[in-house]
């Protein structure tokens, strides 16, 4: 196991932010089209209620299960 030490950590943390997610000299220009990660509940429900949609609810989810597995074929629930 390595240890990680607070030093080490701070200078990770000094030189990767959400801007810069590969170091000082990435951006997140050429990521506009990767799906979006790590969003609190809040904002996922504030962007669905700017953009005039809904969070998917468990009916939702159970719904696109059921459409997306095929006719004959086993599914864990």
Not at 52 to 71: K, Q, V, Y
Request: hydrophobic share 40%; glycine share 4%; aromatic share 10%.
């Amino acid at each position: 196991m390595t240890v990680i030490r607070v030093s080490g950590f701070k200078i990770f943390k000094d030189r990767h932010d959400w801007r810069h997610p590969f170091g000082p000299k990435s951006n997140i220009n050429v990521l506009d089209h990767h799906p979006v990660v790590h969003v609190s509940f809040a904002d996922a429900l504030a962007y669905a209620t700017w953009a005039r949609r809904h969070l998917p609810t468990e009916a939702d989810c159970a719904l696109i299960r059921d459409l997306a597995t095929e006719p004959g074929q086993a599914r864990d629930v």
